[in-house]
């Protein structure tokens, strides 16, 4: 009976472990809306540090830690006269991590809302993102 509870025992730590690692992030992309840049980072070490424009005066860029919910590699925002949103990673509701052509704003608030990127890293964040797993992605947003 001691040699079931001690296999019952290890058995409810490894799932708690397992559950656990599940929970952990591979891939974790933070934005600080404060300098304007994305920092990812996998598996802790960084791999890419980009220019990002946020909310302008008059809108917002949500705070918080998010995961990606939908990917698309072309979007078009209804909100916004069909604009061009590529390699779109949506992490709530509307808002997105998405390329953009506007590159010379990169660095300094300049969307509705968005996290803006040169488009090709958007693409390079985005195929990551497919790569790894929506799962196994973080998204912060911090002010």
Not at 29 to 39: E, F, G
Not at 116 to 138: C, K, P, S
Request: aromatic share 10%.
């Amino acid at each position: 009976m001691r040699g079931l509870i001690v296999t019952a025992a290890a058995g409810v730590a490894l799932f708690g472990m397992s559950v656990l690692q599940a929970q952990a992030a591979s891939l974790v992309a933070r934005v600080d809306i404060a300098t304007q840049k994305m920092v990812v980072t996998h598996y802790g070490k960084v791999v890419h540090e980009w220019p990002v424009s946020t909310a302008r005066a008059g809108y917002s860029t949500p705070a918080g830690k998010f995961r990606p919910q939908r990917l698309h590699e072309m979007w078009r925002s209804r909100s916004y006269d069909m604009a061009p949103m590529p390699f779109a990673v949506f992490y709530d509701r509307g808002w997105a991590i998405h390329g953009t052509s506007a590159v010379s704003r990169l660095g300094s608030p300049a969307s509705h809302g968005c996290v803006r990127l040169a488009t090709a890293d958007a693409e390079t964040f985005y195929r990551l993102v497919r790569r790894v797993g929506a799962g196994n992605t973080r998204i912060i947003v911090e002010n």
